[in-house]
């Protein structure tokens, strides 16, 4: 087996750090490379969970609109003019919805947060 330090495999594990930037992650306490990536993978969750949220509710409050609309046009006979009204107000409601989550204020201005 050849120990020269320059013909070091990926596959295998590391005992000591082998650069200034390793050896000082490894050193700090708890900011390990596992714990940087959970840290940025808590924080991208976080940032996204909202916008997510409402995107997901301003799809359903718009499909809902719609059923609603159908399920109108054929008690009443008003073929398409419910369907298209309830689609319409499931997509306000739902942008509405939408952008007050996002930024809040941005359309009440009760809404708005004192900072």
Request: hydrophobic share 40%; glycine share 12%.
């Amino acid at each position: 087996m050849n120990a020269d330090p320059s013909d070091k495999r990926l596959d295998e594990p590391r005992d000591e750090p082998s650069d200034e930037h390793d050896r000082a992650a490894s050193e700090a306490p708890g900011h390990g490379v596992d714990e940087r990536l959970d840290d940025l993978n808590r924080n991208l969750r976080e940032a996204a969970h909202p916008g997510i949220g409402a995107g997901m509710t301003f799809a359903v409050v718009a499909l809902l609109g719609a059923g609603a609309g159908y399920w109108l046009d054929g008690r009443f006979g008003t073929t398409p003019w419910l369907v298209i009204a309830g689609t319409l107000f499931g997509a306000v409601f739902g942008f509405i919805h939408l952008v007050e989550t996002i930024a809040p204020g941005t359309l009440f201005k009760a809404r708005r947060t004192r900072r």
